[in-house]
């Protein structure tokens, strides 16, 4: 093998080195760029992290499954599948609409700070601090394109956000809620 030969696969090697490390540094990527998009409040770039049409297939089925639970626990057991479906259907499309929003994950993520505008309560600087609710999760890879993110809610129960790839790109793609 002569010595062209040698730097050309010496440079191949290297660029596959930094296309992996790329790839595998994808989810902290992803969650750095929510954060500063949260920060900046210019929600209209989550798309760039978030993929909310997969987003919204992943809490459909956890939001109604809530409001079922909530309609049987109210009303009773006997009612027909049929009719609670539909009735489930109608109550939780326009709050998984709103939830699954630029809007709605900014303010899911910004966490406290929204409450501490409403009531004013500011930092010694005048600011209301941003939540970074991804600052202290348990990272891990579940599979080669599924990465999690497990964070604890007030009331001590995990909140597991997945992110999943996509050719070369990391984005937001699921929310499992705590159970109640």
């Known amino acids: ?15 596959l080195l930094a296309l992996l490390a790329f790839v595998a540094a994808g989810p902290w990527l992803a969650i750095n760029g929510i954060r500063n998009v949260v920060a900046s409040g210019n929600y209209g770039e989550l798309w760039r992290f978030v993929d909310f049409d997969r987003l919204r ?35 939780s499309k326009p709050a998984i609409d709103a939830m699954v929003s630029p809007v709605g ?24 601090r941003a939540a970074d609710p991804l600052k202290d999760a348990k990272t891990g890879y579940v599979s080669a394109s599924l990465f999690t993110a497990t964070v604890h809610n007030d009331d001590g129960k995990p909140v597991v956000f997945e992110f999943s790839r996509t050719g070369l790109s990391w984005k937001l793609t699921g929310i499992d809620l705590p159970e109640d």
């Open 1 to 15: 093998m002569n010595k062209k030969t040698k730097w050309l696969l010496a440079i191949a090697a290297l660029l």
């Open 57 to 91: 297939e992943n809490v459909r089925p956890q939001i109604q499954e809530r409001i079922a639970r909530g309609i049987l626990e109210r009303a009773g057991t006997g009612h027909t599948g049929t009719a609670l479906t539909g009735v489930t259907e109608l109550i």
């Open 105 to 128: 994950v900014a303010t899911l993520l910004r966490g406290n700070a929204l409450a501490r505008q409403v009531t004013g309560d500011k930092d010694p600087d005048g600011k209301a």
